[in-house]
């Protein structure tokens, strides 16, 4: 009686699920060619997706192969409407093809107690169903050399990362060659996700949405590509600014939830995340109060000479080689000056640390207070310095690096940050 109820319940779970799916291939089909019968709908998806439970059943309860069986006969049986299809109404009908094999699969999750995972596969494939013009629109947006570069660059990365070496070499181990390929990896591709958001959104909106993303990926990344920009596009130098302040805003609240995390599981609890999290919101101040005064430039129209059509591909691979070397630099500096004033405190390693890795000197200085080796008046005053460089190295990568447009706004905003962290760091 129990595995009848298993079954029964399973059955009704993906039958529904089927049915969602074939509602919209149904609706989908209807809609683009109304004189013609649609090749599935509800009925028949809910059949499939039943068919996979059963299929499921009879592997588990008689022979392990059924269910294998059952997708083979399902991708024949498709194969021969497809082909037909194809040759009656010169359209094969892929995608429903495609979804029902899908629906054949997300009736075995579900009778196998994944019905959560086949509720967002289920969900996810409505989610792409639905976008298909949006999707067909934004790949028109994009040239054949767009998709060339990237597919190269995609190669070179998965050829290229893998096989470095994970190993430090050089005057103070400052030369790791997977962590300065990985910097190639991450500027290149946040160039490439702000070009990609610029085709979507346009130039203003585009760049915004950059450097909110950027901000959780690498603030200082995001510096790095968008001072690149500036300098190819000064006209663009205020958004490219703008992004760079949204990306440092948000690193200051993913410190607060770094520090947070390493609370929550610590036996210190959440001492150091109120003790810095006030001063981490006065450090965000400036670049709130950038943001908001420049927010209605997003209503603008584009500059002259660097509308989103404009644009060039950032994924150069010389470009973000140099950049590789300057980073490999920095570290390298940064080593030097630890080695050179290490014995100074806390406060020395969190300033050279927080030049290059804030998330690391955060996490550490964070474990530090919650084993008690430091207190938490310390571990802020740590943390707010650590801000404090991060921001000052940015501002000078930005004032070196970015066109003239774009250096006075980050002057004022990082500068600003940078000064209210020594304040806050003097008041802490």
């Not at 050829?159 to 005057?171: A, E, R, S, T």
């Not at 979507?200 to 915004?208: K, L, N, Y």
């Given at each position: ?123 996810t494939t409505l989610l792409l169903l639905a976008s298909k013009e949006w999707l067909h629109a934004l790949s028109r947006k ?158 603008r129209p584009h500059p002259a000479g660097a509308s989103g059509q404009d644009v060039r591909n950032p994924l150069s691979l ?111």
């Open positions: 009686m129990q595995v009848m109820t298993e079954l029964l319940k399973a059955l009704l779970v993906s039958a529904s699920l089927g049915a969602l799916l074939g509602l919209e291939r149904q609706w989908s089909e209807e809609r683009e060619n109304p004189a013609a019968d649609s090749m599935a709908g509800a009925r028949t998806f809910a059949l499939w997706a039943g068919m996979g439970t059963l299929c499921a059943w009879f592997s588990r309860e008689q022979h392990p192969w059924f269910f294998l069986a059952g997708f083979a006969g399902m991708v024949a049986f498709l194969s021969f409407f497809l082909v037909r299809r194809a040759t009656r109404n010169h359209d094969a009908g892929l995608t429903t093809g495609a979804v029902g094999l899908v629906t054949y699969l997300l009736g075995g999750l579900v009778f196998y107690g994944h019905g959560r995972a086949a509720v967002i596969i289920a969900i994009f040239t054949r050399t767009d998709v060339r570069q990237a597919l190269q660059f995609a190669a070179v990365t998965g050829i290229v990362l893998p096989l470095v070496p994970d190993q430090p070499y050089g005057p103070y181990g400052a030369f790791n060659p997977f962590l300065i390929w990985s910097m190639v990896v991450l500027v290149s591709g946040l160039g490439f996700l702000g070009y990609v958001a610029v085709r979507v959104f346009g130039e203003d909106r585009g760049i915004a949405f950059t450097g909110i993303l950027g901000g959780l990926a690498s603030s200082t990344a995001t510096t790095l590509a968008m001072s690149r920009r500036s300098r190819e596009f000064p006209d663009t130098g205020s958004l490219c600014a703008l992004a760079v302040a949204l990306a440092c805003t948000v690193m200051l609240g993913r410190i607060a939830v770094l520090v947070g995390a390493v609370g929550v599981s610590g036996p210190g609890g959440l001492e150091l995340l109120r003790g810095v999290g006030p001063w981490l919101a006065v450090l965000a101040l400036p670049g709130i109060f950038f943001a908001a005064k420049s927010w209605h430039q997003l209503s010389r470009i973000a080689v140099q950049f590789a070397i300057l980073y490999a630099l920095i570290v390298l500096a940064v080593r030097w000056a630890n080695d050179a004033f290490g014995g100074a405190g806390v406060y020395w390693a969190s300033f050279f640390s927080g030049l290059t890795d804030i998330d690391a000197i955060a996490l550490s200085v964070s474990q530090l207070q919650q084993s008690g080796k430091i207190g938490t008046a310390e571990a802020t005053r740590a943390l707010v310095v650590a801000a404090g460089a991060n921001s000052l190295l940015k501002a000078a990568m930005a004032a070196s690096l970015g066109s003239s447009t774009m250096r006075k706004p980050i002057a004022l905003v990082l500068g600003g940050t940078v000064a209210l962290a020594a304040l806050c760091a003097w008041l802490a």
